[in-house]
């Protein structure tokens, strides 16, 4: 279709341009220099020249008038079908519903996160210092006291070995500069429409509690490790992205992807809890 709608319209364009040509001929032809200069400088300007000129003197020039509106009219017919075929393409294109829907996305969690904040509390004062006693010289004993048996510890059995999708447990993080979880990518997807490309993610949940719902930091990165770009991007599944101290690898869209990008890393902002608490 879009291909027999430019066709119509460089028809179009072909025809008012001979049009116009013609009556630049049928000007010059009658001696009438000054239409036929001003339709020569009409070319650089939209058509008024030509309209006036064929309104004024329309028994001469009937003919190429009618040629030239036809062009014109093919020409604004095949624009307007173009531009709904367009606009047709972009509603429907799952790329961009996808980019918009992500956007919203985006916009409702950043809203629901600054509703969410409540103030930090003040720091207690700080406690009166007391001063530590300087501890006393023991006191030598003249007898010396009987030396006390040794008991051996009872050999216990090895502990088992951990499960293969168990993370080694980690301190919990009382410190929000601490993420509670780790990505890294395993694979990148060769590059598609609108710098989209589909990452293979292995998530590494270092907390005590279940992840539902993860705003991700993804920073793009050339063969060499420089920084091409950067986005930010919310991911979620129907139930926890990956239990307490496990592991899980899931599959989600990278978007506006720069055409070098070799290397995602890929950072926690924001972490929400089945439990709905978040962190920081």
């Known amino acids: 279709m879009p291909f027999f709608t430019l066709l119509f319209l460089f028809a179009g364009l072909a025809t008012v341009t001979a ?109 009166p210092s007391v001063p530590t006693p300087s501890p006393e010289p023991p006191v030598a004993d003249p007898k010396p006291a009987p030396a006390k048996p040794i008991a051996v510890a009872p050999k216990l059995p090895a502990p088992p070995a951990p499960r293969p999708a168990q993370v080694q447990a980690r301190p919990a993080a009382v410190d929000p500069s601490i993420p509670p979880a780790e990505l890294s990518t395993l694979s990148i997807s060769d590059a598609g429409p609108n710098q989209l490309r589909t990452l293979r993610v292995q998530l590494a949940n270092l907390s005590p509690r279940p992840i539902r719902e993860l705003k991700l930091d993804l920073t793009y990165l050339d063969a060499r490790g ?17 239990e307490a101290q496990s592991t899980n690898e899931f599959t989600m869209t990278a978007f506006f992807v720069p055409r070098f990008t070799e290397k995602i890393r890929i950072g926690v902002a924001t972490a929400v809890f089945t439990d709905n608490s978040r962190w920081p």
């Open 19 to 127: 049009a116009w040509i013609w009556l630049i001929v049928i000007a010059f032809r009658d001696k009438d220099n000054l239409w036929g200069t001003l339709l020569i400088a009409g070319i650089f300007v939209p058509p008024f020249a030509p309209i006036i000129y064929t309104i004024l003197n329309w028994r001469r020039c009937s003919r190429a008038a009618i040629t030239f509106y036809s062009g014109c009219g093919l020409s604004v017919i095949a624009l307007v079908t173009l531009f709904a075929g367009l606009k047709n393409t972009i509603e429907n294109s799952p790329e961009i519903k996808a980019a918009i829907a992500q956007a919203q996305a985006q916009a409702e969690n950043q809203t629901a996160a600054r509703a969410g904040r409540t103030p930090s509390s003040k720091a207690p004062d700080a406690l």
């Open 226 to 242: 420089e920084r091409l770009g950067g986005w930010t991007t919310v991911h979620s599944g129907t139930g926890s992205l990956a």
